[in-house]
């Protein structure tokens, strides 16, 4: 008899570790089906939580895709990857696609998704002002973002349309590295500081700094940030950019229908080193702000808008036509 139990035994093992076999087998034959897609982020920031909740739903895999996901730490760095052939789809501000095409640049990167609708970073003082008004800044010192970057530009186009001359009114103080100056003014440096997150909550956190106004709604809706293929690459892997865009809209659907905690749950392991507290917080600020679009068709009037802040920023010398840089045919098929 336990002869004959032992028999079973092990034969149940060995049926066990020959499904394990089979199933590893299969999961790695599914993986070298799937299109490797790199995909290039100007930042690593719970602002665009819809990419995330994709990626951590497993859309892209059922789209067909293995995505590689790099981080540019900034715009340039992250065209540089594109234009390069290091990244396969760059995702950053999409004033960088009108400077590359202004500059003349062969295989010219097109836009064929837009992600977030509102900027996404916090003016933070230190201390508290509930009756906060941008002259308020008027006279004083404030740590700034880079020249032609988005941050910089729609911060300044907010100053411009309450009064205040940012060259003149203002000390902007740019010469911080992205990512640097929540340290920098969490040492002492400015009255002000532009902040996008965790940045922000950070500061609060600690004590040393309040949000006092959103930029995002204060200067309404701006085709913040948006991803986008050299033209090449489009022509000759419609296929992939149609999958790739439809995940994304998946993931764009999944913000727009949960909460703001279940979001934060979702996205927590694309952020192992911060609290899901502190997740959850930034992820009801954007929510609160309606910073995600419904579906990621980027519309000729956002590309104006954004063109009128390149201008009154100084950074455009000639508007780009619409249809040079954007493509809408892959977020209008994935939204139907």
Not at 151 to 170: C, R, T, W
Not at 208 to 231: F, I
């Amino acid at each position: 008899m336990k002869k004959r139990i032992l028999s079973l035994v092990l034969s149940a093992v060995l049926a066990a570790g020959a499904v394990g076999c089979v199933s590893g087998a299969q999961e790695q034959e599914k993986k070298e089906e799937l299109q490797k897609v790199t995909l290039n982020e100007v930042a690593h920031s719970i602002f665009y939580a819809p990419q995330y909740a994709a990626i951590e739903l497993g859309y892209f895999e059922d789209e067909g895709i293995d995505l590689e996901l790099v981080c540019g730490f900034g715009a340039d760095k992250t065209m540089t990857a594109l234009l390069s052939g290091e990244a396969d789809i760059g995702f950053m501000g999409s004033e960088a696609s009108i400077y590359t095409y202004s500059g003349g640049a062969q295989d010219a990167p097109v836009n064929f998704a837009q992600l977030t609708q509102r900027a996404g970073n916090f003016l933070v003082a230190r201390e508290e002002m509930p009756d906060f008004s941008w002259e308020d800044l008027k006279g004083k010192d404030v740590l700034g973002g880079r020249k032609g970057g988005m941050p910089e530009m729609v911060f300044e186009y907010i100053l411009k349309q309450n009064g205040v001359d940012p060259a003149s009114d203002v000390r902007i103080d740019q010469s911080i590295d992205f990512g640097s100056t929540a340290a920098a003014f969490s040492g002492g440096q400015g009255e002000y500081t532009v902040e996008f997150e965790p940045g922000a909550t950070t500061l609060e956190q600690e004590g040393v700094g309040y949000v006092v106004a959103s930029l995002g709604t204060d200067s309404g809706y701006v085709p913040y940030t948006a991803y986008c293929t050299k033209t090449s690459y489009m022509e000759e892997h419609p296929e992939v950019i149609q999958a790739f865009t439809n995940a994304l809209q998946k993931g764009m659907d999944y913000v727009n229908s949960h909460t703001p905690e279940e979001i934060a749950e979702t996205i927590a392991p694309q952020f192992t080193e911060t609290d899901i507290e502190t997740i959850t917080t930034i992820v009801t600020r954007y929510y609160e702000q309606d910073t995600w679009k419904e579906n990621l068709i980027f519309e000729k009037e956002s590309f104006e808008l954004l063109q009128d802040i390149l201008e009154d920023a100084g950074e455009l010398e000639e508007r780009v036509p619409y249809e040079a840089l954007v493509i809408t045919e892959f977020a209008e098929a994935a939204a139907e």
